[in-house]
């Protein structure tokens, strides 16, 4: 892969992770400031607070953390490469984790969610339409989650090829492939 394409996937990788890094800021925020505030209340009453908030503000800030890091030299190229790939594929696992799980009933016993749009998708069936449903009637989640997963795939991709990163006589076998190819 050439400097000029890498820079770009660079840039692009970096745009996904902030406006990741955004939406979780843009959710969380608000929330955990409103938990935090009521935390006494909600723990008297016997009632776990939603977690999400808290995960949500802490998960931004290690994105944002991330090229921070890289541009003053802390984090080298190939381990905030595999760790973007690593923290986007988490967000979406762990968006799949909550729907799966009945959007946190097990955090309280005897809790059962209530479905949305009247479907009943929580009461059966397999996890795979159950999330292919949240992805078609959440827009916004569906963006954000498809935003991950390209993020993801532009990782591993810098991760594979660039030059940055790859070894010197591996990098020569790369360039010559590369340049006898039409």
């Not at 292919?132 to 916004?140: A, G, I, K, R, W």
């Not at 532009?154 to 990163?165: E, G, Q, R, S, Y």
């Amino acid at each position: 892969m050439d400097r000029r394409t890498t820079k770009i996937l660079r840039g692009v990788v970096a745009a996904l992770v902030f406006a990741t890094a955004a939406f979780h800021l843009w959710w969380g925020l608000p929330r955990s400031i409103i938990y935090a505030q009521a935390m006494s209340g909600l723990l008297g009453q016997g009632l776990p607070p939603d977690p999400r908030p808290f995960l949500f503000v802490a998960f931004a800030a290690v994105l944002l953390a991330g090229p921070y890091l890289v541009t003053r030299g802390v984090v080298g190229l190939r381990n905030a490469y595999i760790a973007g790939t690593l923290l986007m594929v988490a967000s979406i696992a762990g968006w799949v984790f909550w729907h799966a799980t009945g959007h946190g009933a097990f955090l309280v016993e005897g809790f059962s969610a209530p479905s949305s749009g009247g479907g009943g998708h929580h009461h059966g069936g397999s996890t795979v339409l159950l999330i292919l449903d949240h992805f078609n009637t959440e827009p916004v989640e569906s963006g954000l989650k498809t935003l991950e997963a390209i993020a993801a795939a532009l990782f591993v991709t810098l991760l594979w090829k660039d030059p940055a990163i790859i070894p010197d006589e591996q990098r020569e076998n790369v360039e010559s492939t590369a340049s006898s190819e039409p």
